[in-house]
């Protein structure tokens, strides 16, 4: 058995793009700074970079912890370290918080240099496809040319299916996990109403509610609840509240009854002082906005067809937010171009959420692909 | 093939409840009244009555239009009418706005005469089992001892099974239509977002809002789009939005981009100004309550022991929200208790909605049922 340990104590870094990016809406950033962790030891012909993309509330903390908050520990720290299936005596991992985002990169809450005055609601829309070039930048940066390895689940797997098209020399391997070629109606629907939730909160002002020293809290809370109840199965749910009752009976109030709401406020709570809105609202869009496919008349395959990376693809069997149809459909779009792909369907009852967890099969998938993929 | 019509013109009735009538939560209301309608003919010995239970955003105009609205047609016209399904020919039909509603049955937005203010939030807290009481009343004010059937889908689903339970002699047939013997975690998940949406809405007020002249518009609306999502199939959604964008292409903006967003704002702008925020509130507790196993140790067959009636049950394929696999529990109990049950899963495309339209292989089951039911 292997003997799997923490990465230990990690430290943030950060650098300054002082060039400016071009946007895919058009927009142009003048600078940017990106937040970054890394994991591991980059080897002598710089061949073991491996970059793994977060989700929409994921950050670049994606193992160990720090040495001033023992508690926080990477997202993804059951996956990332010496030992673990993404071993870190091997590989030089790299997390970094995306742009827009609000755990130390520029983003809508940071100052925007021509103004003085946070960015809010000027600040750029961005996309996936963005975030791809932005995290290139990063990797000339590093001085790294080819990553042996982009990875990432949900949002995450959508900038690693991104990397392999827009980069197809740059990246030998993609795991695209839990993910999909593009949202449905549904989960744009979804999306919507959380974004609908934070913009008609009054406490939003128009997006530049950090001059009036306010959070849509309100707002937040409530894209967060709903979310939650995407991650998760309808089996999982049940299992982990049921209709388990707060006071063993009803008792006929909008208090907390039901473990489930219990459960709901705590976590919409915690994530509206976390947070920031305007990333929230930001990260929604790019969601809804990612579909490699539109520029090829929804032809998927013919979006693939620039892609030479090897492909690991896994969904989760009760995964009703990216299904596994979804991640089937960019299987069969890999295969129709002769590329290499592994697939694996996993049987979880967690749902969505399964991506994050230290499953016994899953994790065996992973390990075996970084074992044995090509550099 | 049957030549079937429209009810035609229809008035809806009113009737005043003088009496004390003590809830399940133990609260009284000392007086209330019911709006309802009636279609057909009662017959000589009283033995054609079928009631109707609506859902959450329903009322008692279940068919035929009014004479100074004729685009207010009732919301299952399609289902009851002469040559329809439920055959008014041969029929009583009767629909009532639920007590708590917003249609004219006495409700939040009523006047409390204790206090001559609106009820608001001291409007008592209603379960499925205290509608079934005040329509038993309304049915001893019609002079009907005995329904020919009780037919409801949804929440009028699990009143028609109440009926079931709670007057055992008093119900010959129950349809129980796209419904369940209790919510799911992810239901009440999906309420209590819906209802927090409301709670926290500034404009509620505690649910006084009326006194301040304001609806809490923000909230309503929220809550309607949640439920709009649950009430179709991912399959229906893509089939009917997609990703179809209304201006061709991305336009980087958080106005409407994708039609399904405008779909959704539609549906949550005109549901906004027709209902009541706490008849919303209400009704969704009083879905989260309905549990008739509860007293009985989580065990249905031991509560269906009672009952007396044959049954219809009716689910939809990808019906989402109450699930087929809900009504099977509802056949499950009835034949533990070797009552004569029917069932029926249809195939359809349009998840929990598909209950409310005129589906021909639904309709039929209908139409067959109810024309050989007992009396």
Same mark, same amino acid.
């Given at each position: ?16 793009? @002082? ?31 491996? %970059? ?15 040495? $001033? #908050? ?7 720290? =059951? ?9 870190? /005596? ?26 003085? /005055? ?36 949900? %949002? ?12 197809? @020399? ?37 997006? =530049? ?24 199965? #309808? @089996? ?6 049921? /209709? ?10 909008? @208090? ?12 919409? $709570? ?7 809105? =305007? ?59 002769? /590329? ?36």
């Amino acid at each position: 058995m292997i003997q799997s340990q923490s990465v230990g104590i990690v430290t943030p870094q950060r650098v300054l793009f @002082d060039e400016p990016l071009v946007l895919k809406s058009g927009s142009v950033l003048p600078s940017y700074e990106l937040t970054f962790e890394t994991y591991g030891e980059l080897n002598a012909d710089r061949s073991n970079a491996v %970059l793994v993309c977060h989700a929409l509330s994921g950050s670049h903390h994606v193992a160990g912890h720090y040495a $001033d #908050d023992p508690g926080n520990i990477g997202w993804w720290d =059951n996956l990332v370290g010496p030992g673990k299936p993404l071993d870190t /005596r091997e590989f030089f991992v790299i997390g970094v918080n995306n742009l827009g985002g609000c755990f130390g990169s520029t983003g809508p809450a940071s100052i925007n240099p021509a103004t003085g /005055r946070h960015w809010g609601a000027e600040f750029p829309f961005i996309t996936v496809e963005d975030w791809v070039t932005t995290q290139a930048r990063l990797a000339d940066h590093l001085g790294i040319e080819r990553f042996a390895a982009v990875v990432g689940g949900s %949002l995450g797997g959508m900038q690693a299916i991104s990397w392999a098209l827009q980069y197809p @020399d740059r990246v030998a391997n993609v795991a695209a996990i839990a993910s999909a070629p593009k949202l449905t109606a549904q989960n744009i629907a979804f999306n919507e109403v959380a974004r609908q939730a934070i913009l008609t909160d009054p406490d939003f002002h128009g997006g =530049n509610y950090y001059q009036h020293g306010m959070v849509p809290v309100r707002g937040l809370r409530l894209a967060r609840m709903i979310g939650h109840i995407t991650y998760l199965s #309808d @089996d999982s749910l049940a299992e982990k509240f049921g /209709r388990a009752l707060r006071h063993g009976k009803h008792i006929y109030s909008y @208090d907390i009854e039901f473990e489930i709401e219990s459960y709901l406020r705590y976590q919409g $709570d915690k994530f509206s002082r976390q947070f920031d809105a =305007n990333t929230y609202l930001l990260t929604t869009k790019a969601l809804d906005y990612f579909d490699p496919a539109f520029e090829h008349g929804g032809n998927l395959p013919a979006a693939f067809a620039r892609c030479k990376a090897d492909f690991l693809v896994v969904s989760f069997s009760t995964d009703w937010r990216f299904a596994p149809e979804r991640s089937r459909e960019i299987v069969y779009a890999l295969l129709h171009n002769r /590329r290499n792909v592994s697939y694996a369907e996993i049987p979880s009852g967690a749902g969505h959420d399964a991506f994050l967890l230290d499953d016994a099969h899953y994790h065996a998938v992973l390990r075996s692909y970084f074992g044995r993929m090509k550099r």
